[in-house]
């Protein structure tokens, strides 16, 4: 039967969870590679997913003020090396354009790996006076690192993301903005993504090049791996200082500016494909989803079928759900699979004896719950759908809670990395180096991050043993 | 006071009109060069109009079917050598990648100018049968051009555009749908610009490299130019050949595919300056302006102004109109001059006199008629846009149709072009000699296109005077 030849070339998530994952990407054509070593194409399927997530991500950066702009491509060598610390994180990934047209450069550009330093050259232009402040910009683009590795979505040399920029009066005010959109995206990503996170701020070695404090939000995938899903950036005054970023302030002294950036990437298609997808493909959250419903006419030739097939779609749409109707001629089977592949949050079968009834059958593709609707009530699929939403972040929140461990011995912490997947809650003494021989005795678990409310789990770092100076989550990472 | 400071930044149109654009853009803070050669920074105000144009055009383009990716920035060398002609028009003004992180490139890569050979590339993978056609495919990003000077929108390294791909099972279809997203343009510049165009097919040396047919729309700016404001080619088998992107038919036989592409870019940014700006700034066509009406309070330290300025503020957002309105300390005056350089269609003044006679004064931007409106019919305020619209487009046709002349001697040709402004109509034999020696002559008013509906104004080419094939429309351009 053709659902089955469908499904069959999607390996199980149990069996390998990296052959899954490609396959699924593969088999829901969200993305392709390409002659262009490291780079990828996003196919509609996957770039319409993306553009839900701009357009509700945007729409909650503009209520908080935010306005876009689009800057260059290119940064000039000087530019990047003007923040030290900057551009020892970022000039060892960066590609090079050396020669335009038929002339050689006098200066190498570098594609932009992400643009700090665009903005600040700018603004050191721009602000003059506290009037003239904040700034709160925005670009959606793409950017460059040189990977080695590349897997969809998850790492790439050219990727889609957006950056934000600020700069304010205060470090006061950067680091309230900085806060203000770790919330934006766990709220986005709760709400619209249904992807439970935990969030806090990254320890020294995990910092953001540049940054005096980067938070984060870190989603849990099926593997248990972490996804680090959005960072947002406190850069205090140290750009400010190296560009030269000053303002007149209301005493009509000089002083520099504080400053923000925060990023969230096609990374998150990763996510959503990794937390709520299973073996039969993709599963999409209904809010992100670019098709909520499928309508699939049952018996399609017998009369007054498609009519009513049509009729059901038409209403659905006016109703402001985004519906599709499969009408081609396809078995129902091989429709059922691609839709459940696609990962559509419901789908709609109606056929002879549903209008008989006046009624048709939504099925769920998150649980597979067969739903009879009256052809009257068609205004119960929106709340189904809502639902789904819901249901989907509950499902995976008590993944997540379920796969957070605490361990206050190294030997347990070991074990469980050994034996389980998810997160590990331990203390740590704030050294670097315990950071690193923890991964190293964990097989690869990193800090993911020092939540905002720090347990007490003991009073010693669980590896050296001396005075634990924070909690931290554990994980082994994409 | 401080509307003359505000204004008197601005250049006359009829003094200086090259001056008078820049100045525009500046004080509208638009857009601004950077530290990095030949690229722009688009700024908040520049970018809410491409954001705008991005929605309604993207809304056209999905209403035809056409499906939004991502495909890579790079190209290998390889890859854009494929199609002879089309090399030979890219190579000269692209810029190369030859080092990436620490590596020198085996395989140098430029940065797209534009992404015909990508697309190819993957089709020739992805196409196997006629059941995979017709594949639609756009994207918005930006590309680069290794150009010599700079002109904001105009003519910058890299820009800002949309460039739709297409690839059909013949070229009949192809050929269709060429036209029809020349047809997209036509109404969409027409429709939401506000800008009246002529439009047809370029001759064989303004074709797009490697196209069999390029169709144009062409606006007139303020000045007598023309601005080609957005192209759509037809390249029959050409690139499908080179790239053997082949398919089996409903027969079983194997063919190549027709292709088009189609681009619009932030050039037209450009045209709406030109067309519709006026000395005291810029005029956006309600449609497309990111701020349709700016409330100001008159006597806002007087009891009420403030709130009922906040009330009509809130009923117009309520009406789906985009409103701001300025609460900040500044005079009236200087309130009246900004509204007017930012371009924003109408003003809304409220004063206690107004409130009073329970009304308040509208002021339309593009001809300053104040129009009385009861508060009680707040409705007719969207009325009155798209009557601004409306007479916006009419304007600009009634400029367009009066700077449209006729030549069919050579001496006419050219004393229009020395003493009027705008277009001349003139035959010609098809030659692309003549095209040169009338550029030449004239002082470089090149071929614009040959309408689709031509009219015969003499039998003969205005130039050599042999059997004329076309009449054309010639421009100087930007």
Redesign the interface.
Known sequence: MSKDKLVKDITSREVDFAQWYTDVVKEAKLC?Y???KG??????NG??I??NIQRDLDNRFKETGV??????????ES?LQKEKDHVEGFA????????????ILEE??C?RPTSET?FC??WAK?VKSYRDLPKL?NQW??V?R?EKTTRPFLRS??F?WQEGHTIHASAKEAEERTLMMLKVYYDFVTEDLAIPLIQGRKTDSERFAGAKDTYTIEAMMHDGKALQSGTSHFFGDGFAKAFDIKFLNKNNEYEVVNQTSWGLSTRIIGAIIMVHGDDSGLVLPPRIAPTQVMVIPIAAHKEGVTEKAMEVYENLKKLGVRTKIDLSDKTPGWKFSNQEILGIPARVEIGPKDIENNKLVLVRRDNREKIEVSLDELSRIPEILEEIQRDMYNKAKVFLDSHIYEATEMEDMINIFKDKKGFVKAMWCGEENCEDEIKYATGGASSRCIPFNEEKLSDKCIFCGKEAKHMVYWGKSY
Do not use: H, M
């Open positions: 392709d390409t002659s262009v780079c990828l194409i996003y196919q509609p770039y319409a993306w553009e306005e876009n702009v689009s800057f260059p491509l290119l940064i000039p530019l060892p990934e960066v590609a090079w354009v050396t020669k335009g047209g038929s002339e190498k550009l594609i665009l050259d700018q721009e910009y683009n793409s460059l040189w040399r050219e889609l």
